[in-house]
């Protein structure tokens, strides 16, 4: 009885063991099955344009403050990455209109859509007596730049007008102010209106925003300047637009498409784009990116990358 006992002990264990090693070889089984799907799927899946296949590259965190797509503002400051990318106007603009000096600097990427934009002006408004007056500054120019409005107007109108120093996108040198050119050598200020309106509903086109639109005041916290401009590229110059965004909008509403996610996808001047979000992790992030596309990848000076591509 004993013996007839013990034997049905020993069955109940080999029976309790062949079951766990089965779940065991199962979970293993599983397991191994779901890492390869991980490490083997085509990123694409991730996305929603399942034609395009991915290789990774990688960035460092500090990449984020440099690009087409940074936002700059007295709350999100400019870091000041090496800025060798800077050119004179003097020295790459056409006849089509002024310059202020040959100090003013621009980052030589945007030089031949503003060429482009003000030419097209000159053909359809027949003139080329805009100025540019002001592009890169330094911080130190800045912080003189608001010292003088601070003894003019005094600290809180000086506020609604001028940047902090580090705050001011002209940091960048992807923006830039209009003045009117005169005959007397002084410059009249831009408004934006009469033929001058052309420049400012079609400047878009050219990758070009009005920065600081008249109903934006309250989320720029800076009054209404018709006269600058801010270099951010096609196709998102012509999302910014129809969507009655400013750009500290633009760059919120760019954290929804996140790679894994579903990308946004846009057609601006005839071009199909598909544009996404990757967020800053660690010292180094990888960036997906497409394989035999055409695509820019900027930082947006706050939490990660904006790659966008062209289809
Ligand atoms: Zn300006």
């Not at 309106?197 to 920065?211: L, Q, T």
């Amino acid at each position: 009885m004993r013996r007839k006992q013990k034997r049905k002990i020993y069955r109940n264990r080999r029976i309790v063991i062949c079951l766990f090693l089965f779940f065991l070889s199962c979970a293993i089984v599983a397991g191994i099955r779901s890492f390869s799907d991980i490490s083997s799927k085509p990123s694409a899946e991730k996305g929603t344009n399942s034609s395009l296949s991915y290789q990774t590259v990688e960035k460092k965190t500090q990449d984020i403050h440099s690009g087409d797509l940074v936002l700059v503002n007295n709350k999100t400051e400019y870091k000041f990455p090496e800025n060798n990318r800077l050119k004179s106007v003097f020295n790459l603009k056409n006849n089509d209109y002024q310059v202020k000096d040959k100090d003013v600097l621009l980052v030589e990427q945007i030089m031949s859509p503003l060429n482009q934009m003000l030419s097209d002006f000159r053909k359809e408004k027949g003139e080329n007596d805009l100025i540019v007056i002001s592009g890169y500054r330094t911080k130190e120019y800045q912080a003189g730049l608001l010292q003088q409005r601070i003894k003019e107007d005094g600290a809180a109108e000086a506020a609604k007008w001028v940047a902090q120093p580090g705050g001011s996108e002209h940091h960048t040198g992807y923006a830039l102010d209009f003045g009117i050119y005169t005959r007397s050598g002084k410059s009249e200020d831009y408004t934006g209106q009469g033929k001058y309106g052309w420049i400012n509903e079609n400047c878009w086109k050219y990758g070009f925003i009005v920065r600081y639109p008249s109903d934006k005041t309250d989320l720029t916290g800076i009054l209404y300047e018709p006269w600058h401009f801010r270099y951010v590229g096609l196709p998102h110059a012509a999302t910014i637009r129809e969507k009655g965004f400013c750009l500290e909008e633009y760059i919120d509403y760019l954290r929804q498409f996140p790679y894994d996610g579903e990308h946004l996808q846009v057609t601006a001047e005839g071009k199909s784009y598909e544009i996404y979000f990757v967020k800053a992790d660690g010292k180094k992030t990888k960036i997906p990116v497409p394989k035999n596309k055409t695509y820019n990848l900027s930082g947006n000076n706050t939490d990660g990358f904006i790659v966008t591509v062209t289809l």
